[in-house]
C-alpha cells in the first residue's frame, strides 16, 4: 500500500520569510513524487516532480524540493515567500508501475503581507 | 496545455436521485482520474481507468460508478446520491508516472 502525510494542515508565514512543506510517503520502493499548488477555486497545478538522480529538484515560481530516501521524505522549500504564494499545496505519489496517484491531506499556507 | 474540461461545475441533487458528473479531456492521454476533496481529507481516489473500456476502482469507490466510454470522456455517476457525498469533485488525466491535468472541478451539493 501506498500513502502520502502532510503533518501541518495549515502553515502561516510572513512575506519574505523562507518556507518549509513537510511531506512523508510510505511506499515500498523509490516512488515517483510530486508536488501540486491548489490557487482558490481552480484545479490542481504541478509545481515539481521528482523521478530520480539529483535528490534536489527544482520547480516553477523557486519552489524546490527535497527527496530522502533515508526519511521517506519529499519536503517543498521557498528562500522568499511572496503573499501570492497563499494556496494548499498537495504532496502526491505515484507507483511508477501504473496510474494510480495517490495525494496527501494538502497543507493550506497564509503569507502574511 | 492539456484541457479537461468538467460538467457541470455546480449541481444541487436530491437525496435518492441519479447524478452523473461528466469529464472531456483533449491531449490523448490514456489515464483518466476522479477524486473528492473535502477538508480534512484532501484528494481522495475514486474511480481512475487506463483507456477506452475500463475502469477501476479507487480508495473510496463505494458509492459511485464510472464509465469511460472513449479516450476522451470520463463520467462519474452516483446512482442514488446521499448527503455524505456532498463535496467538490475534479477530474483529472494523464499519463503513466506522469504529471496530471485537472479540470476546475464540480461542486455537488445532496440535499
Known amino acids: 500500500a501506498q500513502s502520502v502525510t502532510q503533518p501541518d494542515a495549515r502553515v502561516t508565514v510572513s512575506e519574505g520569510a523562507s518556507l518549509q512543506l513537510r511531506c512523508k510517503y510510505s511506499?515500498?520502493?523509490?516512488?515517483?513524487l510530486f508536488w501540486y499548488v491548489q490557487y482558490p477555486r481552480q484545479g490542481l497545478q504541478l509545481l515539481l516532480k521528482y523521478y530520480s538522480g539529483d535528490p534536489v529538484v527544482q520547480g516553477v515560481n523557486s519552489f524546490e524540493a527535497e527527496f530522502s530516501k533515508s526519511n521517506s521524505s519529499f519536503h517543498l522549500q521557498k528562500a522568499s515567500v511572496h503573499w501570492s504564494d497563499s494556496a494548499v499545496y498537495f504532496c502526491?505519489?505515484?507507483?511508477?508501475?501504473?496510474?494510480?496517484?495517490?495525494f496527501g491531506g494538502g497543507t493550506r499556507l497564509t503569507v502574511r503581507p | 496545455e492539456a484541457a479537461v474540461t468538467q460538467s457541470p461545475r455546480n449541481k444541487v441533487a436530491v437525496t435518492g436521485g441519479k447524478v452523473t458528473l461528466s469529464c472531456n479531456q483533449t491531449?490523448?492521454?490514456?489515464?483518466m482520474y476522479w477524486y473528492r476533496q473535502d477538508t480534512g481529507h484532501g484528494l481522495r481516489l475514486i474511480h481512475y481507468s487506463y483507456g477506452a473500456g475500463s475502469t477501476e476502482k479507487g480508495d473510496i469507490p463505494d458509492g459511485y460508478k464510472a464509465s469511460r466510454p472513449s479516450q476522451e470522456n470520463f463520467s462519474l455517476i452516483l446512482e442514488l446520491a446521499t448527503p455524505s457525498q456532498t463535496s467538490v469533485y475534479f477530474c483529472?488525466?494523464?499519463?503513466?508516472?506522469?504529471?496530471?491535468?485537472f479540470g476546475h472541478g464540480t461542486k455537488l451539493s445532496v440535499l
Open positions: 491531449n490523448n492521454h490514456n489515464n
Open positions: 502526491a505519489l505515484n507507483n511508477n508501475a501504473g496510474a494510480k496517484l495517490t
Open positions: 511506499y515500498s520502493a523509490t516512488p515517483y
Open positions: 483529472a488525466s494523464g499519463g503513466d508516472g506522469e504529471r496530471l491535468f
